[in-house]
């Protein structure tokens, strides 16, 4: 079974600090890789999705990595700002439209 | 356009009590899956549906069905509530079952069994 880790759970930064956030899986037999972002009570919301062949994508001051031979991707976050607070979470997709989350890291910009 | 939509926002139900929560996928859409997400957690895998077929079930009691609808809008249904059920319900839709295919999540609906 999938397992989806993210390290840190949580974290707190200044403003204007570049950051990485860390999600490992068990199985490297994944298609692709979903990051989410969360705010608290609600639902998610999608930022960027890697497929299995590809090695990274960007969005804006987003940009996200897979490694799927190691079983894992990275957020990196540049020039955070106090909006970009909120819960990440990534998900792997393993079955025809079936994704594993991790229990995600929650972050704090702090202004 | 309208993202995944679900109804309600909230609900309050007693332990034993029977739950139908809704889901209407994005238009085009036509996979509908659910997740549960308890409070601190991930989301779980609930169901998946396509085209009205049950296409995925996650490790969830009997208690826990759904359908989905010729105009692929979907119901969750919950029977003999326990305290444990008390999470986020989240619903994504997709386009379909292609592989690789991008899933978009609605607000959700925060139900508590007291």
């Known amino acids: 079974k999938q397992e989806v880790t993210q390290i840190p759970a949580a974290l707190s930064v200044p403003e204007g600090e570049n950051l990485v956030l860390n999600c490992s899986f068990t199985d490297s037999a994944i298609y692709n890789l979903q990051w989410f972002r969360q705010d608290p009570g609600k639902g998610l919301t999608s930022l960027l999705l890697i497929q299995s062949s590809q090695r990274e994508q960007t969005s804006g001051r987003l940009n996200a990595s897979l490694d799927k031979s190691s079983g894992r991707s990275t957020l990196y976050i540049a020039a955070s700002q106090p909006g970009d607070s909120a819960t990440y979470l990534c998900?792997?997709?393993?079955?025809?439209?079936?994704?594993?989350f991790g229990t995600g890291t929650r972050l704090t910009v702090i202004p | 356009d309208a993202g995944v939509t679900q109804s309600p926002t909230h609900l309050i139900k007693t332990r034993g009590q029977h739950v139908t929560l809704r889901c209407s996928p994005i238009?085009?859409?036509?996979?509908v899956s659910w997740y549960q997400q308890v409070l601190g957690q991930g989301p779980q895998f609930i169901f998946q549906?396509?085209?009205?077929?049950?296409?995925g079930r996650g490790n969830f009691p009997d208690r826990f069905s759904a359908r989905q609808f010729p105009n692929y809008s979907s119901e969750l249904n919950v029977n003999a509530l326990l305290l444990g059920d008390s999470a986020l319900y989240l619903c994504?839709?997709?386009?379909?079952?292609?592989?690789?295919?991008?899933?978009?999540f609605g607000p959700g609906t925060r139900l508590t069994v007291l």
């Open positions: 549906y396509y085209e009205k077929e049950e296409r």
């Open positions: 238009s085009g859409h036509k996979s």
């Open positions: 994504a839709s997709s386009v379909g079952l292609a592989i690789g295919n991008e899933q978009f």
């Open positions: 998900a792997a997709q393993t079955g025809a439209n079936n994704l594993f």
